[in-house]
Nanobody, 121 residues
Framework: QVQLVESGGGLVQAGGSLRLSCAASSRYIMAWFRQAPGKEREFVAGINWSGGSTVYADSVKGRFTISKDNAKTTVYLRMNSLKPEDTATYYC??????????????????WGQGTQVTVSS
């Protein structure tokens, strides 16, 4: 079994920053998705097994940074210049195996419970 534990969500004013963390029990291809009320769950950022390859949604490119720790078991999402439209529940996702992160939801085997990010205007 795989357990993904997310943390770091909260309330922040527009223009502020937050860092989300997702701790896993092993090394995986990992990603962050988000879902706002009334909207589909969308891809935010992904990182491969080694942490050497990343991919971002156009909506967050240049503002968000995904990374892993040295053990490659924890993934981070640094969110800068936050906007009200970034408000959503953010989910950590993981997939076993070796490869590059994909944007499709069904690519990932495991999901965290989500952490709420609220950006006030």
């Amino acid at each position: 079994q795989v357990q993904l534990v997310e943390s770091g969500g909260g309330l922040v004013q527009a223009g502020g920053s937050l860092r989300l963390s997702c701790a896993a029990s092993s090394r995986y291809i990992m990603a962050w998705f988000r879902q706002a009320p009334g909207k589909e769950r969308e891809f935010v950022a992904g990182i491969n097994w080694s942490g050497g390859s990343t991919v971002y949604a156009d909506s967050v490119k240049g503002r968000f940074t995904i990374s892993k720790d040295n053990a490659k078991t924890t993934v981070y999402l640094r969110m800068n210049s936050l906007k009200p439209e970034d408000t959503a529940t953010y989910y950590c996702a993981a997939r076993s195996g070796i490869g590059v992160a994909q944007t499709q939801r069904d690519f990932y085997n495991y999901w965290g419970q989500g952490t709420q990010v609220t950006v006030s205007s």
